[in-house]
């Protein structure tokens, strides 16, 4: 028999989910949907604050380093609850594919240790499910097998799979690494719930919005925006197709490093994107139009904010400025690209409700 009785109530109104690395709220939305119950997010950053608990009514922004807040802090979070449910994403950029030169030549950062930081939590609190999601590389690297043999010491049972987000609902064809953790029995991501045949598509997610031309805004929402291209690049980006190259571009419109051998691997860098495909993965710096295929598919501009956050399964109204204040593009624009897209947010939150009914119906 199990430690914790899951009894109906339990399963519904006395769990407590606290979210570290929180964000602006992508994961935290997710798990909402799912039906979860999160009382708390955490993050060091105060500009989440607004969009995360603007969007997630009645669930409580904590601003605090992972690092240094202290257990009893969080452990605060789930008084008057019975089932502690402990999730997060510790900043991936250094586990990140762009970065593996950097460390292989020696070079570290004090961001690896939030994963460190993330377990020294779990040790303390013994929350009865954990769950954590990052970048795909980070499997490869001693850090989070460190973290799977010390959670495994600690009697959870442990699962982690690369998830191809689209399965998902995600309309971008981005992979993530999802671990799940329990100390109630085996726990597993749900299967994929879409096949290629019916994956989401950037028309169906994004061309229901204002067309706009580059450098413009809707006057009905700000974040609906695109960067202002130069005359070169409005030249570049009427010569593109869909899902197309720099080689659809006259030749004296092609960049020096395109004519060298090296450069020919370069291939999605200023294209278009294809309207009856998912998008590319959503960066930090998906607004540019020079930073990958993130050229709109038809209109003559690189994505706006709001497409990128849709992108990201966030929804159209997801509110992530306070009304009539200024705000900064750049940092709005990270804070989308690193976000938990919120679909993959709520399966991973189906994957613990299903797991949660499993255990009470075998108890």
């Known amino acids: 028999m199990n430690e914790f009785r899951l009894n109906t109530v339990t399963a519904v109104t006395d769990i407590a989910v606290v979210d570290l690395f929180c964000g602006v709220?992508?994961?935290?939305?997710?798990?909402?949907?799912?039906?979860?119950?999160?009382?708390?997010?955490?993050?060091?950053?105060e500009s989440c604050e607004f969009p995360y608990e603007h969007n997630n009514r009645d669930v409580k922004f904590i601003k605090a380093d992972v690092a240094e807040i202290s257990e009893d802090a969080i452990s605060e979070?789930?008084?008057?609850?019975?089932?502690?449910?402990?999730?997060?994403?510790?900043?991936?950029?250094?586990?990140?594919?762009?970065?593996?030169?950097?460390?292989?030549?020696?070079?570290?950062?004090?961001?690896?240790?939030?994963?460190?930081?993330?377990?020294?939590?779990?040790?303390?609190?013994?929350?009865?499910?954990?769950?954590?999601?990052?970048?795909?590389?980070?499997?490869?690297?001693?850090i989070f097998h460190r973290f799977i043999k010390s959670l495994e010491n600690s009697g959870y049972k442990v699962s982690y799979s690369l998830v191809f987000c689209p399965d998902y609902g995600v309309p971008q064809n981005r992979k993530r690494l999802v671990l799940l953790a329990s100390r109630l029995g085996q726990i597993n991501m749900i299967k994929p719930e879409?096949?290629?045949?019916?994956?989401?598509?950037?028309?169906?997610?994004?061309?229901c919005l204002p067309e706009i031309k580059s450098g413009e805004q809707d006057e009905r929402d700000p974040l609906h925006w695109s960067a202002q291209?130069?005359?070169?690049?409005?030249?570049?980006?009427?010569q593109s197709k869909q899902g197309g190259t720099w080689r659809d571009w006259s030749e004296d419109l092609r960049l020096p490093?395109?004519?060298?051998?090296?450069?020919?691997?370069?291939?999605?860098?200023?294209?278009?994107?294809?309207?009856?495909k998912p998008a590319p993965t959503i960066t930090t710096q998906f607004y540019g139009y020079g930073n990958g295929r993130f050229g709109h598919p038809e209109q003559d501009r690189a994505l706006s904010l709001r497409e990128g956050a849709m992108l990201q399964s966030f929804p159209?109204?997801?509110?992530?400025?306070?009304?009539?204040?200024?705000?900064?593009?750049?940092?709005?624009?990270?804070?989308?690209?690193?976000?938990?897209?919120?679909?993959?947010?709520?399966?991973?939150?189906?994957?613990?409700?299903?797991?949660?009914?499993e255990v009470r119906d075998n108890d």
């Open 257 to 276: 490093c395109h004519r060298k051998e090296s450069g020919k691997t370069y291939a999605s860098i200023y294209g278009r994107m294809s309207w009856d």
């Open 77 to 142: 979070c789930y008084k008057g609850y019975s089932f502690k449910v402990l999730v997060g994403c510790a900043p991936c950029q250094p586990f990140s594919s762009y970065t593996f030169r950097y460390r292989k030549n020696g070079h570290t950062s004090e961001k690896w240790e939030l994963l460190d930081s993330f377990n020294d939590k779990v040790q303390i609190i013994k929350p009865h499910i954990v769950s954590m999601e990052n970048v795909p590389e980070l499997a490869k690297e001693k």
């Open 229 to 238: 291209l130069n005359d070169t690049n409005l030249k570049r980006i009427r």
């Open 194 to 207: 879409l096949t290629p045949e019916n994956y989401r598509t950037v028309k169906q997610t994004i061309g």
């Open 25 to 45: 709220g992508g994961l935290t939305h997710g798990l909402r949907l799912a039906g979860l119950n999160v009382v708390a997010g955490i993050d060091i950053d």
């Open 316 to 357: 159209e109204n997801y509110a992530f400025i306070e009304p009539g204040k200024t705000f900064n593009r750049h940092h709005v624009g990270t804070h989308i690209g690193n976000a938990v897209p919120v679909l993959l947010g709520k399966a991973i939150g189906k994957s613990i409700t299903a797991h949660l009914t």
